[in-house]
């Protein structure tokens, strides 16, 4: 795969400043996570609906980017817009959300602040991200090795 150095530098910059945030907003911490998603301690008072903020604010942004390719005639920092035909919600797309589903509120990690939690709390975390890593590879062999590897292929070319 071959990248400009302004692709690399983008993508170093945002992932930064997404760490950044992760940070800021305690998305690193699993307990925060957890007590979004107790729904049962809402009469109590003990439910934090601080992540739907978080979560709120990130796809906010995420639509105007997705948008901004309307506008503009390349990207900033790639070859080109990366654009697919898959419109539909199909089976493996679920079954993705699934599995990500449970693991984020049975575990407390969304992958990104594993990540970041890595330098934060090692020992807590290596166990998740590590079966994130496999559990990725799996799906990537299963994909490859299936029909499904045509579906995941975008119609524009890498940047």
Same mark, same amino acid.
Do not use: E
């Given at each position: 795969?071959?990248?400009?150095?302004?692709?690399?530098?983008?993508?170093?910059?945002?992932?930064?400043?997404?760490?950044?945030?992760?940070?800021?907003?305690?998305?690193?911490?699993?307990?925060?996570?957890?007590?979004?998603?107790?729904?049962?301690?809402?009469?109590? &008072?003990?439910?934090? %609906?601080?992540? #739907?903020?978080?979560?709120? !604010?990130?796809?906010?942004? +995420? =639509?105007?980017?997705? @948008?901004?390719?309307?506008?503009?005639?390349?990207?900033?920092?790639?070859?080109?817009?990366?654009?697919?035909?898959?419109?539909?919600?199909?089976?493996?797309?679920?079954?993705?959300?699934?599995?990500?589903?449970?693991?984020?509120?049975?575990?407390?990690?969304?992958?990104?602040?594993?990540?970041?939690?890595?330098?934060?709390?090692? &020992?807590?975390?290596? %166990?998740?991200? #590590?079966?994130?890593?496999? !559990?990725?590879?799996?799906? +990537? =062999?299963?994909?490859? @090795?299936?029909?499904?590897?045509?579906?995941?292929?975008?119609?524009?070319?890498?940047?």
């Amino acid at each position: 795969m071959n990248r400009s150095l302004v692709s690399l530098l983008t993508a170093l910059v945002s992932g930064t400043i997404f760490g950044v945030g992760l940070a800021v907003a305690r998305m690193t911490d699993p307990q925060k996570i957890k007590d979004f998603l107790d729904f049962a301690a809402i009469p109590s &008072g003990g439910w934090d %609906p601080s992540l #739907a903020f978080v979560m709120g !604010g990130g796809v906010l942004i +995420g =639509l105007i980017g997705l @948008r901004l390719d309307r506008l503009m005639r390349a990207p900033l920092a790639g070859a080109a817009f990366i654009q697919t035909s898959r419109v539909a919600i199909d089976r493996p797309l679920v079954a993705g959300a699934t599995i990500f589903g449970v693991g984020w509120g049975l575990s407390g990690f969304c992958p990104g602040p594993a990540v970041a939690d890595l330098g934060l709390v090692p &020992g807590d975390v290596i %166990p998740f991200v #590590a079966a994130m890593f496999v !559990g990725s590879w799996a799906a +990537g =062999l299963y994909a490859d @090795r299936s029909s499904l590897s045509g579906l995941y292929v975008a119609d524009a070319p890498a940047g």
